[in-house]
């Protein structure tokens, strides 16, 4: 994947530490993971389940989210939006309705 100026990082909200810490040693995670122990940043950010991917803009705004498992190609869509930004929470909508295959066209993927 190409430069995006995109940032990934995990967030650990319930997980005992030491047992998230063996769970990304033991998926080869190479990004950094923070923790959220009293699930802070995940109601900030609207979290509902577990795994859920939010694309923030360089000023840490929402404005991409993906609910269930993401695949690579969302990753990098996701990627390529979140640093440019869209105060647009409409588009955001549309764009995350469009990953889950909610509203994409046909040739989209």
Do not use: C
């Not at 990934?8 to 033991?26: H, K, T, V, W, Y």
């Amino acid at each position: 994947m190409r430069p995006t100026g995109a940032v990934l990082l995990g967030l650990n909200q319930r997980d005992i530490r030491s047992e998230a810490r063996g769970f990304l040693r033991e998926v080869g995670a190479e990004y950094p993971s923070v923790r959220d122990p009293e699930d802070d940043t995940a109601r900030s950010w609207g979290a509902t389940g577990i795994p859920e991917t939010y694309f923030l803009d360089a000023k840490g705004r929402v404005v991409a989210h993906v609910p269930g498992p993401i695949d690579a190609g969302q990753l990098r869509r996701g990627a390529r939006r979140g640093p440019g930004g869209s105060r647009d929470a409409s588009a955001a909508q549309r764009w995350a309705q469009e990953e889950r295959g909610l509203g994409a066209k046909p040739g989209d993927r």
